[in-house]
């Protein structure tokens, strides 16, 4: 991704997973994408966009002050030293979830050797527990990451998980008016207790 940024020709690169057929892919074995593009992607302006907003109106990170008010809150899923996982507030996609550093940094470039295994240990306990708990769903496994070129639009990085287990109606795909059938609370609640179990498992807690 660094030596990425040193190419003229790219102004943002883009990492993503697509894993299962109703995910996206045909491809059986794990794999992750890396993209770059000429342009900053719309969603990541305009998420930027209103984060600068928030940030000059009221004075701090937007994330930040989601991280602490999700932080042992009924819509976390599992928190480490360095990263917090839980259930947005007013989700797109059931039983989505997204996992956010604690501390407030903006280039992903610059974690630590102590976060990467933090967060190395985050997905692992996360994706296995989502697993066992939605029966092996499809998912897309999306990072948020600020452009790391100058840019005064910046983000708090993060990484957004999509189980794929409803097909879309006219209504989402017509209107961007989207139908959850399950409150982000209980899909916490779900997706937590498969979860910590996991991690249990991954750290030898019997």
């Not at 947005?88 to 295994?117: L, M």
């Amino acid at each position: 991704m660094r030596w990425l940024y040193t190419q003229k020709s790219v102004t943002y690169v883009s990492i993503y997973i697509n894993s299962g057929q109703t995910a996206g892919t045909s491809i059986t074995h794990p794999h992750l994408n890396i993209v770059t593009f000429s342009a900053i992607p719309p969603t990541i302006e305009l998420e930027a966009e209103a984060s600068h907003r928030y940030m000059n109106e009221n004075g701090n990170c937007p994330a930040c002050s989601v991280i602490g008010l999700e932080s042992s809150g009924p819509r976390q899923i599992l928190g480490t030293d360095s990263f917090l996982a839980f259930s947005p507030w007013a989700p797109t996609y059931a039983h989505e979830f997204w996992i956010y550093p604690k501390r407030h940094t903006t280039a992903f470039s610059r974690i630590t050797q102590k976060e990467i295994g933090d967060l190395a240990l985050m997905l692992r306990a996360t994706l296995g527990g989502m697993s066992k708990a939605l029966n092996e769903a499809s998912f897309n496994l999306v990072f948020h990451l600020s452009p790391e070129k100058k840019n005064s639009r910046q983000i708090h990085w993060h990484i957004e998980i999509y189980p794929q287990l409803n097909t879309w109606s006219g209504l989402e795909r017509g209107f961007g008016v989207y139908l959850n059938n399950i409150r982000p609370e209980k899909s916490a609640e779900i997706l937590g207790s498969a979860c910590r179990k996991e991690l249990a498992s991954l750290v030898g807690i019997t």
